[in-house]
């Protein structure tokens, strides 16, 4: 799910701070361990005193497998998604001022749901959601709504499989008006992206082809919608020798175009997934890591790449965004401001490595990226994640592992850059990859399920900005 800025309620819990700290001027100073505080920023704001909270468990069961997405409206209510070690679906709300709800077991239509990829869930400013997921034996896409005042509607099945194809990948995104789109892949043609819109008037719409048939094969869809509307469907094609990176826009006025092949090497082969999002005014941004080969027969390095959208000149072109030609990096993750403003985040492993992060400012460019993070010889199993809110504010949190698993997070604003990265969960188990959220005064959500020998548990905790300077 890609929501506008991918948002999180407003949240006031009186607890006692977990974490705390405070954000630095200019380009600041050395954080604490493991991170690197103040770098990346423009310079010129008073610091605010914030902090994580207690985490707090939102589950009734102990029986969690995997977290899904996180959707937050603009007006603070949000919804979590979860799978169960028995193949139930299960959700929570979150109502501003009232704190969680109690988790409710979903209804299913006759299959087991999926966990690759888990459930995907977006949200309008009202409170109105849109839950999406894919099931096995029989193969199925479902959505079902949910409206503040009605709860969760009917199923609504989206597509099924067939002795000729399977169906898989789905994701969903909404706009302001409570319109959606799903988008996920069908084996047929060796592999086909389709699509469906939602329309609160006259609900979905018959699945439509939205990639080229003599593209490759196509999997793995993402979808970002902006609040008028406007989307950007991205995935994966596969033509047998190598692997490519697809892009379709949508706009309500026209529907959808034709798809575009966003990277230009021949040779690329891009496994993991991608990541994209979408501004106000239509402009998108899509981001992968991607292997370059050079002059030898196998890659010298994975680097992170992007792909930018404008609605005057369309994409601009894939090319790396890292300075460094022979890094190690993966997993990046993007979100966008109200302006255009896209910050994306990622790892690196080596000697150099941990998380590391780069904001795109319109009109200026790239800014330097800035290592959050240290940790060197990481894995590829930090999963960094980031949201932002209208002001350009983001949040990123990531797991780490040490002697123990624990979550972590870093704070940015625009004038000041990153601050240090601190400690977000208490450590207790394996912990999942964290989801994360933020709201328009910079105030923010983690959830993550966090096991032991005995259960599983799915954990919120709440970042609170304070609203006066610090002085």
């Not at 493991?34 to 920023?41: E, F, H, I, K």
């Not at 996920?184 to 819109?197: C, E, P, Y």
């Not at 993750?333 to 896209?342: E, F, H, K, N």
């Not at 040490?402 to 601190?422: L, M, N, Y």
Request: net charge negative.
């Amino acid at each position: 799910m890609r929501y506008l800025f991918r948002l999180l309620c407003v949240c006031t819990l009186s607890v006692m701070p977990l974490v705390g700290c405070s954000e630095t001027t200019g380009d600041g100073g050395t954080g604490g361990v493991g991170g690197t505080g103040g770098v990346g920023g423009d310079g010129g704001t008073e610091p605010m005193e914030r902090a994580w909270g207690t985490p707090e468990r939102i589950d009734s069961e102990g029986s969690v497998q995997q977290p899904g997405e996180l959707a937050v409206s603009a007006g603070g209510a949000a919804i979590s998604v979860w799978l169960d070690w028995d193949s139930l679906l299960w959700t929570q709300g979150y109502v501003p001022d009232e704190g969680w709800g109690t988790a409710q077991r979903m209804e299913l239509g006759g299959g087991f749901p999926s966990s690759a990829p888990p459930p995907q869930v977006a949200i309008a400013s009202d409170g109105t959601a849109m839950l999406v997921w894919l099931e096995q034996q029989p193969d199925a896409i479902w959505a079902t709504r949910y409206t503040p005042g009605g709860g969760w509607e009917a199923l609504a099945r989206l597509d099924r499989g067939f002795e000729a194809y399977s169906v898989s990948g789905p994701d969903v995104a909404m706009d302001e008006s409570g319109r959606a789109i799903a988008t996920w892949r069908r084996s047929s043609d060796g592999g086909s992206v389709f699509a469906s819109r939602y329309k609160p008037e006259s609900g979905w719409s018959e699945a439509q082809r939205i990639d080229e048939p003599s593209a490759g094969w196509g999997y793995e869809t993402r979808v970002a919608m902006n609040a008028a509307g406007d989307a950007i469907a991205v995935w994966k094609g596969d033509d047998g020798n190598s692997r490519h990176v697809f892009a379709n826009k949508y706009a309500p006025a026209t529907g959808w175009g034709t798809s575009t092949p966003l990277d230009d090497a021949s040779d690329t082969f891009i496994e993991a997934p991608l990541q994209v999002a979408i501004d106000s005014r239509g402009n998108g941004i899509v981001v992968w890591h991607q292997e370059y080969y050079g002059e030898l027969p196998y890659p010298t390095s994975s680097r992170i790449t992007a792909n930018r959208y404008t609605s005057e000149s369309g994409w601009e072109g894939a090319a790396p965004i890292e300075g460094d030609e022979q890094s190690s990096s993966y997993l990046p993750d993007v979100a966008t401001s109200l302006d255009g403003t896209a910050i994306v985040v990622w790892m690196r492993s080596g000697v150099d490595g941990g998380v590391f992060a780069m904001h795109y400012v319109s009109g200026t460019g790239w800014a330097p990226e800035a290592l959050i993070f240290e940790y060197p010889f990481t894995g590829t199993d930090i999963a960094p994640r980031v949201a932002a809110n209208a002001a350009g504010q983001a949040l990123a949190i990531w797991r780490a592992f040490d002697s123990e698993q624990t979550v972590w997070s870093s704070h940015f604003i625009p004038s000041a850059g990153w601050d240090a990265a601190v400690k977000v969960n208490v450590p207790l188990g394996s912990c999942s990859e964290p989801q994360v959220g933020i709201d328009g005064e910079g105030n923010g959500i983690a959830v993550w399920a966090q096991s032991t020998a005995s259960d599983s548990v799915c954990y919120a905790n709440h970042y609170a900005v304070d609203e006066a300077p610090r002085r």
